[in-house]
């Protein structure tokens, strides 16, 4: 079942990347060799609900498809503090237009591009795959029925971490969180629990379409 966040019209920059085929492959994790998804980044909702009104600068793949992503902050901007370790530490609501045709799943993340301690590509706050594909938007704090529910970076086999964990940096630093969703080409072989990264290499394999857009938090 989907929902539709926002009432206002939707107008944002547009994040393209290039086709897997639909060829039926099993999932494996890429190689060397691949090519790595190029984004742009989507405007998303203020919070009023309206969005911002500048030009979408809109990329199409090879099949002439587009996808865009929105949430409750423009992007680059503040994340509001209920979705950070400071508030309610709560999943932001999401909407993103109808994903191509070929889709078979959906994946959204949520990293902290700031900090590479862990992985240059940064530290998973959020991960979730094999969303079925008719689903549009999530409300704040949402997961879909079925949904794959990954470990976040902060999980250790000490102490296990599944789920959303909000934005949390440092004091008086000023991170940078992109939020991405992923449109696949197959179901993941993957269950709730499984390691962000493990994860974040399947998608990457996966994923025929990617939109995104960005924040800023500061501890």
Not at 33 to 54: H, K, R, V, W, Y
Not at 61 to 78: I, M, N, R, V, Y
Not at 151 to 169: H, K, L, M, Q, W
Request: negative net charge; proline residues 8%.
């Amino acid at each position: 079942m989907t929902h539709r966040l926002y009432p206002a019209a939707l107008i944002g920059l547009v994040l393209v990347v290039g086709a897997c085929s639909d060829d039926g492959r099993e999932m494996k994790l890429p190689t060397d060799n691949q090519n790595e998804s190029i984004m742009t980044t989507t405007l998303a909702p203020d919070d009023q609900g309206s969005f911002d009104t500048a030009a979408p600068d809109t990329d199409l793949d090879d099949h002439g498809s587009e996808t865009e992503l929105f949430t409750s902050w423009s992007d680059g901007s503040d994340i509001p503090i209920e979705h950070t370790c400071l508030g309610l530490d709560q999943s932001p609501p999401l909407n993103w237009t109808a994903p191509p045709v070929g889709t078979v799943s959906l994946a959204i993340i949520l990293i902290d591009t700031s900090n590479t301690t862990q992985n240059p590509a940064g530290f998973v706050h959020w991960v979730l795959a094999n969303i079925d594909p008719s689903v549009t938007s999530l409300f704040a704090g949402e997961t879909p029925v079925g949904t794959v529910v990954g470990a976040n970076d902060f999980s250790t086999p000490e102490v296990p971490s599944i789920g959303y964990r909000g934005p949390c940096p440092p004091a008086g630093e000023t991170h940078t969180y992109v939020l991405e969703m992923h449109a696949l080409d197959q179901m993941l072989d993957a269950q709730s629990g499984d390691p962000a990264q493990t994860l974040l290499q399947a998608i990457d394999y996966a994923t025929i379409v990617t939109a995104k857009t960005s924040g800023i938090v500061t501890g």
